[in-house]
């Protein structure tokens, strides 16, 4: 314990990274810190994510070690939020003007080079072509524009990692400097490569500052998100109703909503009655009924009535705050199927080098040119930058775990929506999963006249209030509607999970719950009583015994209705090839009832199953070789959900168990894990379409530049739309319908 409690968390924004080999740089670095437990470094968030000791390290040494290998680091949380968005809005403008700049630099050399090539031959053409127009126009894009390539190359060097600046700034000023030997020293040739070098950097340029921009668009999701949240609500405070900004708000106080406004933060209706629109937060596009005593969600929006509630969660603590900070994480995440593309971009780098090389020395004793041999691998150098192996997994996390958010199915990171992809068998509890949860009392039945039948249910009543389980709710709301005292004092109160309560009320000990727990007390239960409620069991109804230390004094039945949208989801996971499981606490009888009215095989029903017990039932599942996922509520089943190889919790993102969960779904509604698991496959089957092409591309492209297939211009021009076509790529799993 004492562990966990000095070890950290701590997310940094990194700033100065250009690919996988930084990344992969920084999260090394991170990781030889003495204190660090886990360090992981995201390119597309640009984030990094620091489990660390707090009595060895502390964040301040955790920044100066990044700045010390060139990157730049500052603490990603609410006071920095601002400065960092700033940053990186800078730092795009700022790459905006040097492509201008550097376009408008090279143009009139492109112009040149194609007017000569149409055999155009003008007083103009030929001041382009002049060796010294071309160097005063190459330059400042070559030291100036080109600065951040050399800057970067530099600490990349230094650091013994090279990564993608090495090679733009090797391959422009080998060009460069090609051009100035031809142009001014050389007897024999007078070929200037300027415009090469210049317009690789502008092509370079131009692919880094519209990957700034499609990067910006992955995180939509949370954008979007955050524009739920309100700025302002109306208090009613001392009789008076005040407009206050939303960061004023304190629990407890008594807010407003009128028609068309927006809930500002999550609390209970004290008055009146309306429908909401939650769809933002749940998916869901039916709008939902609230009265007194229902809970409401800040970014929710009302529609028709007038309602006061009272505000329970403000700040970070509502629900949409949670799922903000969800969704971020999850877009931060790394998937296991990165680390072959960080280690294929960590080796790339080295190799390519050495690639150029050969090219140069093959190429040059061969042809006896060394001109040619050294533009051949100029070209080799561009085209093998690895940059779009670097975003290739990430940025479709992002798109695919945002996209998930905007449906209602919160998906934990990238590795939980690997492992979602992979799923042959869903396990799903009955109650609260596939019913609804809202159990009713349907039969009450006092076996032994003690008086009043109503004393007995006062005092089952009485015990079940003191239980969290949604049977008890029922029947504590049965004897509510009956007008019955609910609150007889108990003592000696004790859940017995998945199997019932027992308490003691005026000197006397009573016990309620399964024929299991009634029998281990050593009380008979009679063949009528047995017959009886094997009766309400084959009607899908869950009996109960209510017994004193003698006899069972009462038998209470409960019906929990199916949800209506569980058959349906079902046959679609059915569909997909997907074996699906029952498992219930409740006895055989109700279990296959249910069973049949979903569309499930009796075989594939496990009843009277004690929680501890349903973890078991998983591990069983996944030892025959099945990759099962659990759906839960959470409460009972989360040994279940934590064994399963993705835990599925069902939850309104208030649920504790959402963050213990790979996977949340905001509404009950079962037809989402359909959709998850469309999701899920879509994005990973774009992570490898695009993993498949940013290596085919560079390892394609390299024997074409190697033997001059290639021209360094082209080389340059494939090299940074290879990154933008695998965002672009990631991109579209937007307009994907799941
Ligand atoms: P499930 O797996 O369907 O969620 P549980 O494991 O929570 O069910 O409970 C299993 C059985 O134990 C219930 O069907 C009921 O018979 C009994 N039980 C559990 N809690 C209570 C309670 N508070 N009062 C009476 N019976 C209970
Ligand atoms: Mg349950």
């Known amino acids: 314990m004492s562990e966990s409690r000095q070890s950290k968390l701590e997310t940094l924004a990194i700033s100065g990274m250009t690919c996988a080999n930084c990344s992969g740089r920084v999260e090394k670095e991170l990781n030889n810190q003495p204190g660090v437990k886990l360090a992981t470094v995201n390119l597309a968030t640009e984030r990094a994510t ?71 031959d003008n007083p103009v053409v030929t001041f382009i072509h002049n060796p010294i127009v071309q160097l005063i126009l190459a330059t400042p894009v070559q030291f100036w524009i080109g600065a951040r390539f050399y800057k970067g190359a530099y600490h990349a060097l230094k650091t013994k990692a090279p990564n993608m600046d090495v090679l733009v700034a090797l391959g422009t000023s080998a060009a460069y400097l090609l051009s100035i030997y031809n142009g001014f020293i050389s007897k024999t040739t007078h070929d200037l490569y300027f415009e090469s070098s210049a317009v690789i950097i502008t092509l370079i340029l131009l692919g880094k500052f519209l990957e700034q921009r499609a990067k910006a668009k992955t995180s939509g999701a949370i954008k979007q998100l955050m524009t739920l949240q309100a700025k302002e609500a109306t208090v009613i405070r001392g009789g008076k109703s005040i407009v206050l900004p939303i960061d004023d708000v304190v629990v407890g106080d008594r807010i407003q909503v009128k028609p068309g406004e927006q809930v500002p933060v999550d609390g209970v209706v004290l008055e009146g009655h309306t429908t909401l629109d939650e769809s933002m937060l749940t998916g869901e596009s039916l709008p939902v009924e609230k009265q007194a ?3 409401v969600y800040g970014g929710t929006i009302n529609t028709t009535g007038n309602v006061i509630f009272e505000a329970k969660q403000i700040g ?29 971009a960590s080796v790339f ?26 533009i051949h691998s100029v070209s080799v150098l561009v085209i093998a930058c690895p940059c779009a192996l670097g975003l290739a997994t990430p940025t479709a996390i992002m798109v695919g775990t945002g996209l998930g958010a905007k449906n209602g199915i919160l998906i934990k990171g990238g590795e939980a929506l690997e492992r979602a992809a992979r799923i042959d068998a869903i396990v799903i509890d009955k ?49 509510e509607e009956k007008e019955v005292n609910t609150d007889v004092p108990v003592a000696d109160f004790e859940a017995i999970v998945g199997s019932g309560v027992k308490g003691t009320i005026e000197g006397k000990g009573y016990n309620v719950g399964t024929r299991r727990l009634i029998e281990q007390q050593g009380i008979v239960i009679t063949l009528g009583q047995l017959e009886r409620v094997s009766l309400l069991e084959s009607q899908g109804k869950t009996a109960m015994y209510l ?60 009843a009277e199953v004690l929680p501890e017990d349903k973890a078991n039932y998983v591990q069983t599942l996944r030892d025959r070789g099945k990759f099962v996922a659990m759906v839960g509520d959470g409460i009972n089943d989360a040994p279940a959900l934590a064994v399963a190889d993705v835990g599925i919790a069902m939850g309104t993102g208030t649920d504790i168990a959402m963050e213990t969960a790979d996977v949340t779904l905001m509404t ?19 992570i490898k379409q695009n993993l498949f092409w940013a290596f085919i591309y560079n390892t394609i492209g390299i024997p074409f530049a190697a033997f001059g297939l290639l021209n360094p211009i082209v080389a340059g021009g494939a090299m940074a739309f290879s990154s933008v076509s695998v965002l672009l790529n990631s991109l579209s799993l937007n307009r994907k319908k799941i």
């Open 293 to 295: 005593g229902d809970s």
């Open 431 to 479: 109650t609260g999963t596939l019913t609804k949860g809202k159990p009713v009392v349907t039969e009450f039945e006092v076996e032994y006249d003690l008086g009043d039948p109503y004393v007995v249910l006062e005092k089952l009543a009485s015990l079940e209030k003191l239980s969290e389980h949604p049977l008890a709710q029922a029947i504590v709301s049965y004897a």
């Open 50 to 120: 620091i489990e660390y000791e707090a009595d060895q390290t502390s964040v301040e040494k955790l920044i100066d070690s990044i700045e010390a290998i060139g990157y730049g680091a500052l603490r990603y949380d609410e006071e920095h939020k601002r400065q960092i968005e700033e940053e990186r809005e800078q730092e795009v403008s700022k790459m905006k003007r040097d492509l201008i700049i550097s376009a408008s630099l090279s143009a009139p050399m492109v112009i040149g080079m194609i007017l000569m090539m149409l055999g155009l």
């Open 316 to 344: 970070s603590e509502t629900a949409l705050s949670r799922i903000i900070r969800m969704v971020e994480e999850a877009q931060g995440s790394k998937a296991p199927i990165q680390a072959v593309a960080d280690k294929i």
């Open 547 to 606: 017994a004193d230390s003698e006899r069972v004094i009462a038998i209470v039945a409960v019906a929990d209705e199916v949800k209506e949208s569980s058959k349906e989801a079902i046959q679609q996971l059915h569909d997909k090839g997907i074996e699906v499981f029952m498992l219930t606490g409740d006895n055989q009888r109700t279990a296959e009832f249910i069973g049949e009215q979903v569309g499930l095989d009796s075989r594939h029903v496990f």
């Open 349 to 374: 780098v080295p190799i390519v080098l050495v690639l150029a090389l050969l090219t140069l020395i093959v190429t040059g004793l061969v042809t006896k040119n060394w001109e040619t041999a050294l």
């Open 668 to 686: 009950g509604d079962l037809l989402h894990l359909s959709k998850m698991t469309t999701l899920s496959k879509l994005t990973m089957s774009k």
